[in-house]
């Protein structure tokens, strides 16, 4: 503010995509890694005094999992953070600088090296907090009269997943150099916000479309026949919000969303689907079950899964590990995953949204 009372122009409210070319003004006020989000405090206040009143050696085992869930969080606080600028034995750190390394640097192999040391052991404080919500929702499940406090807990250990989940869809989309800078730059700058705080704005609003999708999937019996899924994807876009209508309007006609959707919505590869797809036209298959699958391929898939968040995580594993392989071998089949597509689309139109706003103005 100057001596006239007036607020300085350098702090004048604009677009952020105009700093990438200096440094991205980014509020780290509160760059601690927060132990609990205020509605997992909310919940364990809640849980931990019903835990005490049923079975105090089970509440204290759980207080020693919380302490050291604690002392975990503040070790990751320690690290310098990624919002800010530091001179560090290897030289000055900015987010400029690390949103350029990761633009520049992330290759096809494992990028662990690569990336910096709190985004590492903020992952791994990410897990034992998952595992920690997962174990207080199966107790929780064991209490009277607390099914909704134990799928709150679900839903906790469901949303930390998908900040993982997160985190390897953004490596993926940082990596292709198809896409315009500014989105890898804005996919690289929610990365360092995501590092910093293990939560995310995109994730948050594209997880619930997720895990409806992913849950409508088990409900339905796919027909491994034609392979098609038409049926199938009519079924859970029936039942999800307007962006994943959208979504399935403006991109299914593109074969590498189509053929991500199939692996996504019968739980076996492109290269399973093809070669299942040829064994049931020989044989004069119409269509078979999910439990025939293994048998007709003659080796064990595992072609459907549970709502575990483990299982949820695993299947992505192996689809994005798959599309990755696929990309960097040139072969046949999806180079991405269904989520790779999803929140590259939703990035698509929150640009769209921004640019018609300035344009309105």
Known sequence: MSDTGEISSEFESIDIN????????????????????????????????????????????????????????????????LLERHELAGGTRTPTILISSLIKHLDEGDATLQLP??????????????????SFSKYAARIEGCEKLANNFANETISAMFSLLAEDVYLNLIRDNTQPDEFRREWALSLLLLWEHWNDQTAETVAPVLQNVWKARRKLAPAFGTMMGTSELLLISMQMDEQWIQFIKSKMGEQGVSQAMEEFLFGISFEQITTLRSILREKGIAAIGRDEVSSFLGQHVKADAGLDYRDFYSMYTIRRDNARSRKRLNLNGPHKTIE????????????EKQKNDTFAK
């Open 18 to 81: 105009s700093f990438f070319d200096n440094e991205p003004q980014i509020d780290s006020s509160d760059n601690e890694v927060s132990l609990l989000t205020p509605q997992e405090h909310k919940l364990i206040n809640e849980f931990m005094p019903l835990v005490k009143a049923k079975d105090e050696e089970r509440w204290k085992i759980f207080n020693d999992r919380l302490q050291d869930l604690e002392q975990l969080a503040k070790a990751v606080a320690r690290f310098p953070s």
């Open 117 to 134: 040391s709190k985004a590492i052991l903020g992952k791994g404080f990410l897990v034992a907090k998952a595992h920690t919500l997962s």
């Open 340 to 351: 790779d597509y999803f929140i590259q689309f939703v990035t698509e139109k929150n640009q």
